[in-house]
T-cell receptor, first 112, second 114 residues
Framework: KNQVEQSPQSLIILEGKNCTLQCNYTVSPFSNLRWYKQDTGRGPVSLTIMTFSENTKSNGRYTATLDADTKQSSLHITASQLSDSASYICVVSAREDNRLAFGKGNQVVVIP | DAGITQSPRHKVTETGTPVTLRCHQTENHRYMYWYRQDPGHGLRLIHYSYGVKDTDKGEVSDGYSVSRSKTEDFLLTLESATSSQTSVYFC?????????????FGQGTRLTVV
């Protein structure tokens, strides 16, 4: 069973609109939760990283939230741009061995 | 981009042939990882290394071997490539020890086994 579940699997949004991506995880105990952006044909690039004591982290138009009690995280994209079209991957790091558990990603397509 | 270089970036090989992918880092990070990425799956760990000559298996290690003779290089070998190993392979590095440690990824190697 995948330890990190992301939803929706894919979505299409209009340029300028906001969207929110969801991540639920079962990894426990966990060290940190990260959101990565992966453009087509490229490696994942880190957007945010949060430890269990943090509940929000921003990086420009990207804002991640974390609820360690319910084991949920979200990534909010504000005023989307065409360049936001990518896969967004939620990654949870286990505390005991630093292994990374990956979600399958949210595929976002921004259209003009 | 962090100093990670994967080579080759693209490769087509025949079933049954050996293939070696190379990951080179200039960050002096202790941990190095090999992942594969396939449609419908998240990144899946093949093998990882936590130091020179120290390696361990990931969740999809069958058919793969690795070696790390020096800090900066982590090699992934397919002893006898099969069509099921057609995939995009990513190398990653990290320096654990802190709760907010970062993991950096290479640009990927697209391998096609025909």
């Amino acid at each position: 069973k995948n330890q990190v579940e992301q939803s929706p699997q894919s979505l299409i949004i209009l340029e300028g609109k906001n969207c929110t991506l969801q991540c639920n995880y079962t990894v426990s105990p966990f060290s940190n939760l990260r959101w990565y952006k992966q453009d087509t044909g490229r490696g994942p690039v880190s957007l945010t990283i949060m430890t269990f004591s943090e509940n929000t982290k921003s990086n420009g138009r990207y804002t991640a939230t974390l609820d360690a009690d319910t084991k949920q995280s979200s990534l909010h994209i504000t005023a989307s741009q065409l360049s936001d079209s990518a896969s967004y991957i939620c990654v949870v790091s286990a505390r005991e061995d630093n292994r990374l558990a990956f979600g399958k990603g949210n595929q976002v397509v921004v259209i003009p | 981009d962090a100093g990670i270089t994967q080579s080759p970036r693209h490769k087509v090989t025949e079933t049954g042939t050996p293939v070696t992918l190379r990951c080179h880092q200039t960050e002096n990070h202790r941990y190095m990882y090999w992942y594969r990425q396939d449609p419908g799956h998240g990144l899946r760990l093949i093998h990882y290394s936590y130091g020179v000559k120290d390696t361990d298996k990931g969740e999809v290690s069958d058919g793969y071997s690795v070696s790390r003779s020096k800090t900066e290089d982590f090699l992934l070998t397919l002893e006898s490539a099969t069509s099921s190993q057609t995939s995009v392979y990513f190398c990653a590095i990290s320096e654990p020890g802190q709760a907010n440690t970062e993991a950096f990824f290479g640009q990927g190697t697209r391998l096609t086994v025909v």
